[in-house]
């Protein structure tokens, strides 16, 4: 049987020159974040190829006789020769962009330059070596045979792989340690490959080791590649600190090694008033931004993270240990800028929602939702510097999250309803009037409003609430008017919350214009305490509401802190008495109750008792001069088929309260 020997160094040539095929197949595919970088790793990785295929073929024709095989033995070794040169010389070009892609240097630096010089020198050694067999020579047996400088090229390639690593090691700041120690590390490798190839003659070292760097460069520069891109997701371009992405992933680690269970998050708001704000330069507030992070960064251990989501919006991660020093600092921040010329402190307070992160945590992403919501509840309902998210308060907030949910679909589906509740004069025992009382009406079940109210009352839906029963009041008088009924003015609530919006009062005399409804039949109940709105707001609102012919009630009158001094700015129609002064306990409330209707009556305002719910208190109210009443005495808040029945009849009778 014939046995084919197959030599081992070109089997190996040839195989490192497959694998350098798929390697430059591969570069072809990816997508790389310095552009540049791709078709040069394709360059040098195609020289690799070509430098590895004629060194295996040189070995297979090594020897063999004839003009083929001498031309082959030529070809290939100064194919092989030059490759090297043309590695290297890439590889200086891989420095050049490398560095110069990131900004640090204006033009090209003296030891790259002087690598070209130095490579392009070696080339054109090469050139010369090629004529006067310095390098290599061909026997007459075809075979190869060494030259006698031709460690002149190794020379050449350890000079310029020296100046590369000199280069690379006096700017390693500018590249990720990694990357920086790799390269080091591959010209050392290269250098040493030099040399052994000086000493031992022997080709296979050194393509070995051009190979391996060159399949190694390609992975460290997939990796800084990675990290680049990891550095542009996960941190903010201006400040460098982590941004949300950032932040759940460091969280996320914590959580991977077992720590996040020991560690405090944080959504903060500094200046959450926005007083230092309006009261500096944009330039000027964004050096005090700068300031506070440095403040947080300077104050956080190496396991802590302070992010930034932008504007003044911050994110911290801290010990459990360190949160109370954390939450002291939060409160106040004194920090100096220079204004004019002069050092001024400013102290920057802030928000911020807390969450003390569980064992069971899983993944950083739920942390940044449980903060988002913490601060959220910290500014609107805890109304704190700092507010945890506990298991009771997520509930609570989820709860409320799932009425306000319900509460917007109600509004869509109209599940919402007036009752009215009717007004009694006593004097003639006849309806004058009712107040229309919201009503929800959800799963056949009839929620009262104060199950719903207090929530939407934190929000704007309570004036789109307010505005819908305008419409359904106007609606249902409309129908009462157009089937001849009389029906007589109803009071419509409005929070105080309407009073930001401007169109506020012509909005009311734009519904009821839609309806055609005489001003005359619907009236205006606003709360007494207006603490959040200046007085100034509210005379506006009244005045222009009786430019258009509509009567302002104000109501829970004597709740409030300055009861008086509203009555004195401002002219309303009705003053309704709250049920509190109407259930007097001794004769000073009794004297109270009947001073308040002596006085609305000496200054023409009519008044209105509410809340009553005894014959006795009807008797004591009509004594003091208060013949109109409202109150379960009479009647409860009717549904408006009920309602009707009594604007038909108008009566009440004695005997109708008794029973
Ligand atoms: P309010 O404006 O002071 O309305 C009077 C409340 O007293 C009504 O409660 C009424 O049912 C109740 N009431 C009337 N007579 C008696 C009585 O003799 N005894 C007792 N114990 N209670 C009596 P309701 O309907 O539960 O409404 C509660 C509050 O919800 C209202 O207080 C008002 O502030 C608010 N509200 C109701 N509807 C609306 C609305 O459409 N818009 C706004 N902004 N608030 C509304
Ligand atoms: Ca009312
Ligand atoms: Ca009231």
Request: charge should be negative.
């Amino acid at each position: 049987m014939k046995t084919i020997t197959i030599e081992l160094y070109p089997l190996v040539f040839f195989i490192l020159g497959i694998v350098s095929v798929f390697l430059t197949g591969f570069t072809a595919l990816i997508k790389f974040h310095i552009g540049k970088l791709k078709p040069l790793l394709i360059r040098m990785e195609l020289y690799t190829v070509i430098m590895l295929m004629t060194m295996g073929l040189t070995y297979v024709f090594d020897g063999m006789a004839g003009k083929t095989g001498y031309a082959v033995v030529l070809i290939t070794n100064t194919c092989c020769l030059f490759m090297n040169c043309l590695i290297v010389f890439c590889f200086n070009e891989y420095l050049t962009i490398l560095f110069m892609s990131k900004g640090h240097f204006k033009e090209l630096p003296k030891p790259l330059k002087a690598g070209y010089i130095l490579t392009s020198l070696w080339i054109m050694y090469l050139c010369i070596s090629m004529f006067t067999g310095q390098s290599f020579t061909i026997d007459e047996n075809n075979l190869y045979q060494i030259g006698d400088l031709y460690f002149l090229s190794d020379v050449f390639a350890a000079i310029i792989i020296s100046v590369q690593m000199c280069f690379i090691i006096a700017y390693r700041q500018h590249i990720s340690k990694k990357l920086g120690e790799f390269l080091v590390a591959a010209c050392m490798f290269l250098m040493l490959s030099s040399v052994i190839h000086i000493i031992t003659a022997d080709d296979f070292i050194t393509q070995a080791a051009l190979f391996s760097v060159l399949a190694s460069l390609f992975g460290f520069t997939l990796m800084e590649q990675n990290e680049e891109l990891h550095k542009a997701a996960y941190t903010d371009p201006r400040s460098g600190l982590p941004n949300a992405y950032g932040f759940i992933y460091e969280i996320d680690c914590k959580i991977r090694k077992g720590t996040a269970k020991n560690f405090d998050a944080f959504y903060i708001e500094a200046d959450s008033t926005g007083i230092i704000k309006n009261s500096y330069g944009k330039e000027q507030y964004d050096e005090l931004l700068q300031k506070y992070c440095e403040f947080f960064c300077a104050w956080k251990n190496k396991n802590e993270i302070f992010g930034i989501l932008g504007g003044n919006f911050f994110l911290a991660l801290v010990e459990r240990s360190r949160t109370e020093e954390f939450i002291k600092h939060l409160v106040d921040v004194p920090l100096e800028i220079s204004i004019n010329d002069e050092n001024v402190t400013v102290h920057i307070g802030a928000v911020a929602g807390g969450y003390e992160i569980q064992e069971n945590t899983k993944i950083g992403g739920v942390v940044m939702i449980k903060i988002t919501t913490a601060i959220t509840y910290a500014k609107s309902v805890a109304k704190k510097t700092v507010a945890f998210l506990d298991d009771e308060t997520e509930r609570k907030i989820n709860e409320e999250k799932a009425m306000m949910d319900a509460i917007h679909e109600g509004l869509k589906n109209e599940e919402f309803e007036p009752f009215y509740q009717p007004k009694v004069n006593t004097e003639s025992y006849t309806l004058c009037g009712s107040e229309a009382l919201v009503r929800w009406r959800r799963d056949g079940e009839l929620i009262p409003p104060m199950k719903f109210i207090p929530l939407i009352e934190k929000s704007g839906l309570i004036c789109v609430l307010d505005f819908y029963m305008l419409d359904r009041v106007c609606k249902d008088m409309r129908e009462w008017l157009d089937k001849g009924l009389t029906p007589p003015c109803v009071s419509v609530n409005f929070s105080r919350k309407n009073l930001s919006n401007p169109e506020f009062t012509k909005e009311i005399y734009d519904t009821l214009k839609k309806y055609d409804i005489p001003p005359t039949h619907i009236q205006v109940e606003v709360t007494e305490t207006i603490d959040e709105y200046p007085l100034s707001a509210l005379r506006a609102a009244v005045d222009s509401l009786h430019g258009y012919g509509i009567s302002v009630a104000i109501d829970d009158f004597g709740t409030g802190s300055s009861s008086i001094s509203l009555l004195k700015e401002i002219t309303f129609d009705v003053l309704k008495i709250d049920k509190t002064f109407i259930d007097f306990k001794d004769e000073k409330e009794k004297k109270l109750l009947s001073y308040i209707i002596e006085m609305s009556k000496a200054i023409n305002l009519s008044v209105i008792a509410e809340g009553v719910e005894d014959i006795d208190h009807v008797h004591i109210l009509q004594g003091m001069d208060c013949a109109d009443i409202q109150g379960f005495v009479f009647d409860k808040p009717l549904e408006k088929s009920e309602y009707e029945k009594r604007i038909e009849k108008r009566e009440y009778s004695l005997q109708m309260i008794s029973t």
